[in-house]
Structures are given as C-alpha cells and as structure tokens.
C-alpha cells in the first residue's frame, strides 16, 4: 500500500499555487514520525537530485529516515562518507567494507570484520583493492600479515594478487614487511622477492636487501646466478659456493668493487684463494688487453693484501708460470717495501729488469738492503744492461770492488771504471787499483787513475795495495805530487820514505830532513835492509820497545846502553832492567864500563841510579855510588850534591842502620828533603839530627812534635832555641790537644797572633775568655781585623767586664758592633747588648732590649728616634702585653697611618681582649692628618664586632672614606642588615641591598627605600621576588612598587604570578596602566575581575578597545553569569567570532529578539535566518517576524517564507517581502527578455549540440541539468524546465521574480518546522 501510494502522489497532477501531492504526503510523514525504507529511498531521490545533501544528512541526524542498503547505494555517488553511515546503521556489511576501502579506511576493515563477526575472504578483499588502490591494498596485506595474533593472509596468494596487477612495488613492500622476521619456512618466499625484482632489473631494492643482511634462506645459487646476469657481481660472490662459480664470476668483465673483492677473498682457504688467482691469470689470454689489465689489476691488489698468507713464494711462482713479469713488477712492488725476503727483492729487481724500469732497479740497488748481494750481482751479470750503475751499486755497497772491476775491465768498459772511482766512491780506489794489477792491467792506465782521483781516495790502503803486489813504486809520481800540495798524512811519507830506502836514493839524507814518516813504520821496513839504519830511524822516533828489540837481536848492546843513558827514561829502563830480560847482564856491564864513564853529567848518572833502584839493584847501585863518592878520584863526583842524595837515598832504602853513618861523613847534600825522605822512612831521629845539624829548627820542632810526639822535649827545644817560630809550633800543638791557656801563653811568647781564629774558636769549650781577652789585646797590635776586635768586645760581654768594653767602644775600632749586639741579644745578654746599641744607634734594637728589660718609657724614646714601623709594633706589643697602654696608644699613632700594619696591630689587641683600648685608639686616629681609608674601615668592623649601636653612625658620617666592599662582609656576619642595605646602596650593588631587604624586613626594610632602590636593579629576578614579599609583608603597598619598575616588568609573567598566588584584585590598577599595551595575559585577568566586580559597562567599554584576549573563555563566564548585561557581553562575544548559533541561542535566551535578528543577518548564513523566522512562528511572534524578514531579506528563501507564512497564518506580514520578492523577479525577467534575441541566434549556431542535449536543458553548460521529478527552489537561483530567470542573482530588496515552473520538486521542504 505503501508504495501504491507513493506512486499515486507521483502521478498526481499538482495545482497551480499549491504543493505537489507528492510533497504533501511525505511533509505529513514527517510530520508524524520516521520513515520506511520505501519512503526514506523516494525521499531522498529527489533530494540528491537537487544537490541537497545537507539536508538529507539532517534528517539522518534526526533519524527520520530508515536506513537500508539500497539507500546507501543511492547516497554513495553523491557522498561516500554518508553513504557508510547509512550502510552501518543498516548493518550491509559487504558494503561498510567496500566504502571503507574505497575512502583509505583499510585499517579499520579487520577491527570491523572482527566486531560484527563477519567472516572475510581476505583473499578476494585485498584483489578487489588492487584493483582499485594498489598501495592501500598492500598497507591492508602488510597490517593482515603482522597481525600479532597470527597472520590472517597467505603469503604467496597476496604475491599472486599483487603481481596479476603488475604492483612489483606493492609485492615487494609487502613481502618485506612480512619476511622481517626472516624464518627459515619463508625461504621459497624470499628467493621470489629476490628473484622478481632482479629480473625486472630493480637491481636496487636486491642490493639493499643485501647490504641489511634481510634475508638468509633464500635459494642462494638461484639469486647467485641472477645476480650474476644483473651485474651485482659482489653480491653473486658472496652467495655462490661453488668455486668454479666464484672463479667464473671474478674473471668477468663487468664492474666489480675492487676494494671489497680484496677483501672477499679473504674468506677462502690458501689453496681455494690461489686457484682462483691463477683462473684468473689463465683467463686473461680469454679478454681484450684493456680486460686483461682490469683482470691483472684486480689480482695484483689480491695478491698484495694477502700476501702474508697466501706467502709469496707462491705469488711469484704463479706470475712466472705465466709469464706476467708485469703483475710481478706491481706486485713485489707493494711487498718489497714491507718485507726483508732476499728472494722478493731479486724477484722485484729481475722483474723491474725484464719490464725496462732500469730507474727503479737503479733505486732499489742502490737504497735495498734486504736482497742478496751475490745473487743479483750474477744476475746483473749476465744481463746486458744498457746502464751499469744498478750494477756498481750493488758491488760498491756490498764490497765486491774486484769482481766489480775484473768484470768491467774484461768487458772493456774503462769508462765505467772511471766514472766509479771518480764520480760514485774514490775512496774505493785501493781496491780498484788492486784488482786491475791482480788483472794484468797496465801500469800507465792504472797510474793515471789513481792520478785522476787525486787526494779523494786513502793514501794508506793505497800503498798497501800496491805493496802488497810489489808495485810500490808507481806510486811514487802520485806520493811525491801529494807532499809537494803539503799533505802531512803518515802513510804518504811512509810510501815515499820507502821507495826511497828501495831505491837507495840517499836514504839517510831523507830519513833525517823528513819530519812526517811514521818511524815504527819505516824502521819495520829498514830492519831487513839495514839495522844500523833501523836503528837510526827507530832512535830519531824514540821508539823505544823497537829499538830494544832491534839491538837485543843484532848484540848491539853498546849502542843500546849510549841510547838508555842519553835516553834518561825510568820506563824504559825498567824494560831492560827486569828480571826476564836475558840481556840485562850484557847491559849493566855496557852501562858500567862504556855509558856512564863517557858521561860527565850527575844527572844523567842519577837517572840511571833511579833506574837501578827501581829495578831493585841496591847492593850493586849502593857499591857503585860508594866507590863514586867516598872513593872516587874525581872531586866533581866527591862533592856533587846529587850522587850524595843518591847515596843517602839508597842507604835510606836498602840499609837504613847506615844512614846515620853517611849523615855525620856527608855534608854536601839537600838535607831538608834527605830529612823529609827519612821521615817518610820512620827514621825520625836520623831526620831530626839533619834537621839539628843545619839548624832548621822549625823543621826539627815539627819532627818532635808530629811525628815523635814528644811535647815535654819540645817545651825544653823551645826555651833552648826561644824562637818565635818555634813558640808559635809548640802553641798550635798544644791548642790542638786542648791545653788552651797553655797555648794561648806560649801564643804571647811568640808574639803570633797569626792564628788567632783557631784560638778564637777553642776558647768558647775551654771557657778562658779572660785569658783570650789578654791574647786579643796582643792580637790587636799585629793584625788589624775587625774578627779579632769583635771577638774581643765579646769577650768583655761574656766576662761582664763594662768598663773595660765602654773604653774599648769609646776607642777606635773595626769591630762589628752591630753583629756582636745581636748576638749579645740573641744569648739574652741585654746590658751588654744595650751598651752596644746605644753607641751604635740601633735605636731599633736598642729598643728591643729595654723591651726585655721593662724599661717601657725608655723604649718608646729608642722607638722614637728608630722610627721604625716594626720597633713600633714591638714596642706596642710589649706595652699592650704589660697594659702600658698609655705608652701603647703612643707606638700605636705611628703604626696605623701605614695600611699595611692596620690588621696585625688590631688583632694584638683583641688576642688580649682590649676591645674598647683598641676602639679608643682607632677613634683618636680618625683626626690624624694621614688618617685613610683602612682606619676608617677597621673602626667600622671593630663596631660591627663590639659596639654595633655605633656602626650606624660611623657608616653615614664616612661611608665615602670606607672600604665598602670589606665592611660588607663583617656587617653580614654581625647580622647588621639595616647598616648592610645601606652600605650595598652606597656601593651601587642595588640588587643586594634589595634582596637583603627581601630577606631580613623586620630590621632592614622601609618602602620608600625600597622604591628608590629597587629602580635602580639590574637584574630582572629582583622585581619578581619583590612581588613575592610585598604579597607577604605588605600586599597593599604592592601596586605603589609596581608603579616604579613598571617599564621594566614582564607583564605576562607578573598576571602568572598574581594568578598562582589568587591575588589578581590587589593589581587591578596596575593591569589598568599596562592595558595600553594590549597583552593578551592582562586583558584576561582585567576583565575577569570586571566578571567578578560585575562592572559590566567597563568590561564591554573594554573588549572593544583591546581585542587581544581569549574571547570564547570571556564568553562562556560572561554566559553563565546571572546578569542580562554581562550574557548580551557574551553574544556579542559570539557573535564576533562567528559563533552565531550560539550567540542567538543566547539571545532568544534572553529574549533579546533585536539582538538575534541582527547577528542573523550579520552571519549571513541562510540556515540561521530560516531557523530563527521558524522560532518567532513557534512563540507567535508576529512581530519579530516581520523584522526578521525585513534584516534578513537577502538570506531567506521566498518558497520557504510563503509556505511558512501560509501554513501559519501570517501571510499578511509577509507580504511586504513577498511583494519585494516579486519585485525582484520581474526585473529579472525584463532583464532576461532583452537578451532572448542573443541566445536564439546562439542557439542556432550550436544546434547539434543542442539536438544532442536534453530535450529540457538548455545548451548552456551553466545552466543545471533538467530532471522531471524535480522541484524548484523558490528564491532561490532558477533551474531549468518552464521557470524564468533561471541561474540570475538575486537582489537586496523586496519583490523579486517568482521561481521555475511547475513540477519541480521543492528543495527545503519542511525546512524550519
């Protein structure tokens, strides 16, 4: 029945002026309730039709509609999000997830399925997306496969799908979100991943998939080959484990990175590595020689990085088994310069040889070391070289010269012998010159190349060279140009000494003009020739060990014996006179009967007979030179002193009980040292009657008393002799045993005063300072030193003896008064030490001593004319120490106008506790003239500690003449904050006075201060602690401090601080003086506190002055707030942010109809100003109607307004926009009249477009398209059909044209009810 009706309203004709039956029906339907789904589908045809989705979507909201599949169906081309509203409330589940996949929504199609338990085909899904959506099917497989409660979707059928589509991209994403977890069953399905991409030439994604190391079941030999025929040869590498695989892919042509081939290759065993080296040499022979070079570059770095392991033995063995002398060259090339292998170094020079680098083989001889010597010289040998040089480098380097030269002087290459002595090492020409002789070379060629190298080459191993091949003589035109240059090199004249000796060529004559022979040298040479000439060349270089030699073998002992005597040498004496020498008797007889008779000297005599004694021959020596002095005839032997001492020495040596006889016989010899001799003998008594005999009597006391002992016989020697010498000698023994009076006496006999310090230092132990007085004065008359008149001022001292050391002061003297003082001081002899100061004018001293005598008034005259700052602390001490503090304050003047001695002079009086002494004397320095900065400072500490009650005081009458910054640290430490805020104030540190003031109020804060001061801060952190303790301690004053510092505040961290304290009302007026600046934080927190004072008339005086606030919060308080006043705020508030609803629903509220109507028309929305007339009709309103629709003429709809107008009854006060309405549209319609003519022709010329179209359409394509069912929109733009003034713009007044023609369906219908 439903439908019968539905289809009866349709075919219903519709009468002139009124609705459509159709239309009528579903209005009362509406009216009643919801819809069925017959009615709901026929509805919303038309309404679609019309483009009213708005409205449809209202009456879903509503529910008024009944929601099946064939109305989403319908919805769906128009809107798809609507449509899956409809098939969600109709529970078509096929369809919510067709729409879902077709709007993006693929992650909530499983949570879907899963919710209304609907099995899923995910298989078919996904396929049907493909299709459409590539990537949000792949997105879908991907979230399905990773499903943590298992995988919902088969792996390879979601391949399948993706593929059949050609989404290479999408299968590849999918499968490596999938295969992540990388488990072995996947394997199969990473060999497709793998495979698909590398044989559609993506060789990219397989590169990456290697480098992360993704995948590791995958069919490894299948990709291997792929990746192969792909050119990713690293990556077929590394998955092939064939190694004829491996040493096929490494002889491709094909870029390969060299640098990680190197090292891939590090991975085989030694065996597999070179059998790929040599596949790869091998296959060289298969390529073009720019592949081949790539080839052998390839196994040259291989070879280089491994050559450790892979050993190089081997490395060069596989080079030469094919021939490849040039991968050897670049090869040992890197290794030789690592390794000490003698066989990698000849294999790198044979192969630089072989390649014609005769550079680097020149180098390599000449800076290796590490080949063989022998080997490469043969080798170099038996190569024609087009350069020697390798050659001579090796030979020279190596000391193989002759093998060298024979090998060039066969080959005939003079030129390169030539170039080595004279160009590479002239000191090599001995050898060279050698074995050119030992060749058979010619003298003239050898001459003149030695000739040519001239001085450059060893004079000595030439001649050894040709001497030793009995050439000595070419050389001689060489030696003698050598001389004549002035050479004084040895082994020249040594050569040319010996050709000459050859040559008998007046061999003595140049033997004795010659200066520079060595004479061992020669004489070596002579003594085969000539001994009579050895000897002579052996004697002129007194080579004393030769010339024994040379006599000892050819007898002549004579000569030997002339040479020992003249040679006066104890060392070589006692060569031929030891005991081993079988010539010795042979000898002494010579010396006897020849050498020493010829002699006329003692002294050469004497030399012998030291000899003799050395040689331990004093019998024999002891006869001789008895024989020679008793007996001899000659007088020159009798008397001669030396043949005496000699005597006497041996006596002395060899028969001590016969000295004393030779000393009372002999009278001419030295007896001091024939004496001294004896003492070193022990032979005291024969010395001491030497010494008696000669009178040496200091010699003889000294011999009693040092080494006899005998102090008793030597005071009997000294009054014998009564000598002073001998006096002072028997003094000094006695001092040294410590019989110091009787030294000091004997020192007086002698009249010595010489050693006066040694008596001066023993008498301190001895105590004999009266007796070292009488010696000082005696001491005083011989020697002038200060020592001795200072130790004599102390002696007096020690001996309390003033007078005598008045007298002694009051005479001149060199006395170091000043030192003797202090020592006096120093051992607490004070009279003694004052008598010294005072005539010495130590007034500083001097006031020392009277210190520690307590003679305190007398100190201070001492301090007074010493005017010392330190006599003037000692004495202060001391008075304070004794409470003379009269005397005390009298130093104490002196002290402080010197800053440094301020602290120490105050800290003496308080370690005794003298605070107010202390305070008294600091208050009297005030008024000196030097008064400074530190009394003034040190007063004010000294009151901070014990009279705080004055520091006030003192800091405001000085505070220019303080140490501030010091005084600030004792007020803080006495807790004087008062006195502390006015010093930091003073001392422009602003911040801390105010933070002092902060911190300590009770005592240190006035307001008016802390105005003044807390303008002048700097740092910004003051102001807002300020804050903090005014909200504390003095909240009402806060506005006050705020008013001064309000340039440099924060104003939005001040609200902030004043909100979090909830104290915003007590900166009302200060938020009033920074509104100005229009800050968004302020304006907040002003007009809540207008909401709370209820001041509306200055809050809405506001919001139009300073806009910058959040006005939706300001709207919803004022909106809630029990004043009309304050809710018209707040729709005003809407209002301006084109919150119109709720600003009208505000005002309807309120009743304030005037206020509705015009934010309707201000919101210019058609919606707004249809909804509200259809309120004014609901509360019969008659009035507010009319005006709505006279504000709002632009906005409402004609059709709408008569339908509601006639349903209603007020068709009477809509006229007037009826008629304006009317109006409009017949202005339209002339408009239209006018350009008919335009759009006939128009129409002509597009005539088959027009026979194309719609029967009911007009060509125009602004024009809407023609639908039968359809309805007009009165007042709205006209659509086609029968209506006039279709598509033209409505005007601002009443009495617009009427809508289209008849049939059309009314869009809007029952709007407003």
Avoid at 892 to 916: C, K, R, V, W
Wanted: net charge negative; proline share 3%.
């Amino acid at each position: 029945p439903t439908a019968q009706t539905i289809q009866r309203s349709q075919r219903a004709p519709a009468i002139q002026g009124q609705p459509s039956p159709i239309l009528t029906y579903f209005g009362a339907l509406l009216e009643k309730g919801k819809l069925n789904k017959l009615e709901s589908l026929e509805l919303a045809k038309p309404v679609l039709q019309q483009g009213k989705k708005d409205l449809l979507q209202k009456w879903l909201t509503e529910e008024k509609l009944a929601c099946s599949e064939e109305l989403g169906d319908c919805i769906k081309p128009m809107d798809v999000q609507m449509a899956l509203s409809v098939y969600l409330k109709a529970e078509a589940h096929q369809k919510v997830i067709q729409c879902l996949s077709e709007t993006g929504q693929t992650d909530k199609i499983a949570l879907y399925a899963q919710k209304v338990n609907m099995p899923m085909d995910w298989g078919v899904q996904i396929d049907n997306m493909a299709r459409m959506n590539p990537q949000a099917a792949c997105e879908m497989a991907q979230k399905l496969a990773t499903d943590p409660a298992g995988s919902k979707v088969d792996f390879n059928q979601m391949t399948d799908i993706f593929m059949k589509y050609n989404c290479l991209r999408q299968a590849t994403a999918f499968l490596l979100d999938a295969l992540k977890n990388d488990k072995p069953e996947e394997g199969p399905l990473q060999t497709r991943l793998l495979e698909m991409n590398l044989m559609a030439g993506q060789t990219g994604v397989a590169d990456a998939i290697f480098e992360h190391d993704m995948f590791s079941h995958f069919d490894r030999q299948r990709i291997a080959f792929l990746c192969e025929e792909t050119g990713l040869l690293h990556h077929a590498l590394v998955n092939f484990e064939s190694i004829n695989d491996i040493k096929r892919c490494i002889t491709s042509s094909k870029p390969l990175n060299l640098k990680w081939l190197v090292e891939y290759m590090g991975i085989f065993s030694t065996e597999q590595a070179l059998e790929c080296l040599h596949h790869m040499m091998c296959s060289r022979s298969e390529h073009n020689s720019i592949e081949g070079g790539v080839i052998l570059q390839r196994v040259v770095l291989i070879a280089r990085e491994y050559s450790g392991q892979l050993t190089a033995t081997e490395l060069i063995k596989m080079f030469e088994t094919y021939n490849s002398y040039e991968g050897l060259f670049h090869y040992l090339g890197a290794v030789a310069m690592k390794s000490e292998d003698p066989v990698v170094h000849f294999k790198y020079i044979e192969a630089a040889t072989k390649m014609g680098n005769f550079v680097e083989v020149e180098r390599i001889t000449r800076e290796g070391s590490h080949f063989d010597p022998v080997q490469v010289k043969d080798f170099l040998m038996a190569t024609r070289l087009p350069d020697w040089r390798p050659l001579i480098n090796v030979c020279d380097r190596f000391d193989m010269v002759d093998e060298l030269i024979t090998f060039l002087y066969k080959c005939h290459l003079n030129k390169f012998i030539e170039l080595y002595v004279t160009k590479v090492n002239p000191m090599k020409t001995p050898q060279v010159a050698g074995a050119l002789l030992d060749a058979d070379c010619g003298e003239d060629f050898v001459r003149t190349l030695i000739l040519s190298v001239r001085g450059m080459c060893p004079a000595e191993a030439l001649v050894e060279a040709c001497e030793s091949r009995n050439r000595l003589k070419l050389l001689q035109p060489w030696l003698e140009a050598r001389v004549n240059e002035g050479v004084q090199e040895p082994a020249v004249h040594n050569a040319l000494m010996k050709v000459y000796v050859d040559m008998n060529n007046k061999p003595e004559h140049h033997l004795a003009e010659n200066m520079y022979y060595d004479s061992k040298v020669v004489g070596e040479y002579c003594e085969k020739r000539d001994p009579h000439l050895a000897f002579t060349v052996y004697k002129r270089g007194k080579c004393d060990d030769e010339l024994i030699e040379l006599t000892n073998k050819n007898g002549l002992f004579k000569q030997q014996a002339r040479y020992l005597v003249e040679r006066q040498d104890l060392a070589v004496w006692e060569k031929v006179l030891h005991n081993d020498n079988k010539y010795k008797r042979d000898l002494v007889d010579q010396v006897v009967q020849t050498a020493l008779p010829e002699t006329k000297s003692a002294d050469v005599v004497s030399i012998t007979v030291k000899a003799f004694i050395a040689a331990d021959l004093p019998n024999e020596l002891i006869e001789l030179l008895d024989k020679l002095v008793l007996h001899g005839t000659s007088d020159d032997f009798k008397n001669n002193k030396n043949l005496q001492n000699l005597l006497l020495l041996t006596a002395i040596k060899a028969d001590p009980e016969r000295v004393m006889d030779y000393i009372n016989r002999l009278s001419n010899y030295d007896a001091p040292d024939i004496a001294n001799i004896a003492v070193g003998a022990e032979l005291y008594e024969e010395a001491l009657v030497i010494f008696k005999k000669h009178g040496f009597h200091a010699e003889a006391a000294k011999v009693l008393l040092e080494y006899i002992g005998a102090i008793e016989r030597a005071v009997d020697f000294a009054d014998k002799v009564n000598t002073p010498e001998v006096w002072t000698m028997l003094a000094t023994a006695q001092l040294k045993q410590g019989s110091v009076k009787e030294a000091v006496a004997a020192y007086i006999k002698a009249d010595d005063a010489t050693n006066f310090q040694a008596v001066i230092e023993a008498t301190p132990a001895a105590g004999a300072w009266a007796e070292l007085a009488s010696f000082l004065v005696m001491a005083r008359k011989k020697v002038k030193d200060s020592n001795i008149d200072s130790t004599l001022l102390y002696a007096y001292a020690k001996c309390e003896n003033y007078v005598a050391l008045e007298e002694f002061i009051s005479a001149p003297n060199v006395a170091q008064i000043q030192g003797i003082g202090d020592r006096c001081y120093n051992e607490s002899m004070y009279e003694a030490a004052k008598v010294l100061f005072t005539s010495n004018s130590n007034w500083s001293r001097l006031a020392s001593c009277l210190v520690h005598l307590t003679e305190y008034q007398q100190a201070v005259d001492a301090a007074r004319k010493a005017n010392s700052a330190r006599t003037w602390k000692e004495v202060n001490a001391a008075c304070v120490e004794a409470t003379e503090f009269r005397l005390a304050q009298i130093c104490a003047m002196f002290i402080i106008i010197n800053p440094d001695e301020l602290e120490s002079l105050i800290n003496t009086y308080e370690q005794h506790g003298f605070f107010d002494e202390v305070i008294a004397l600091m208050e009297s320095g005030l008024n000196l003239e030097r008064a400074h900065m530190g009394i003034f400072t040190e007063l004010g500490i000294l009151y901070a500690k014990y009279r705080p009650e004055k520091l006030m005081e003192h800091i405001k009458l000085f505070w220019s003449k303080l140490n501030i910054r010091k005084l600030l640290h004792s007020c803080e430490e006495g807790h004087h904050w008062e006195e502390l805020v006015f010093l930091y104030t003073h001392y422009d540190e602003f911040d801390n006075a105010c933070m002092t003031m902060i911190k300590h109020p009770a005592v240190a804060f006035e307001h008016v201060k802390f105005k003044e001061t807390i303008a002048k801060v700097t740092n910004s952190e003051v102001y807002y602690k300020a804050i903090s303790f005014y909200l504390e301690y003095s909240p009402t004053l806060l506005v006050d401090m705020l008013t001064v510092v309000i340039s440099h505040l924060d104003h939005v961290r001040v609200v902030l601080q004043m909100r979090k304290a909830k104290l915003l009302y007590l900166v009302k007026e200060y938020l009033l003086k920074v509104q100005s600046e229009n800050i968004k934080e302020v304006n907040d927190a002003l007009y809540e506190l207008y909401v709370e004072d209820e001041d509306h008339a200055a809050l809405a005086k506001a919001i139009d002055m300073f806009s910058n606030f959040d006005q939706i919060e300001m709207a919803k308080k004022c909106e809630a707030h029990e004043l009309l006043q304050f809710r018209r705020i707040a729709a005003k508030l809407y209002m301006n942010n084109e919150r119109y609803v709720q600003s009208i629903e505000l005002s309807k509220g309120d009743q304030d109809w005037t206020t509705a109507i015009q934010t309707t028309s201000d919101s210019g929305k058609q919606e707004l100003a249809e909804t509200l007339i259809a309120f004014f009709v609901k509360e019969k309103n008659k009035a507010c109607f009319a005006s709505t629709l006279f504000t709002c003429y632009e906005l409402l709809r004609p059709d709408v307004v008569m339908e509601i107008a006639w349903r209603n009854g007020l068709t009477d006060y809509a006229m007037p926009f009826m008629i304006q309405s009317m109006r409009h549209l017949t202005a339209k319609v002339e408009e239209l009249g006018k350009t008919t003519t335009k759009i006939e022709v128009k129409a002509e010329q597009e005539k088959k477009q027009a026979e194309e179209a719609s029967i009911m359409s007009y060509a125009d394509p602004s024009m809407a398209a023609y639908n039968g069912n359809a309805l007009t929109v009165y007042g709205a733009q006209m659509g086609g059909g029968m209506g006039m003034g279709g598509g033209m713009p409505q005007q601002p007044q009443y009495g617009g044209g009427m809508g289209g023609g008849y049939g059309q369906q009314q869009q809007g219908y029952g709007q407003g009810y």
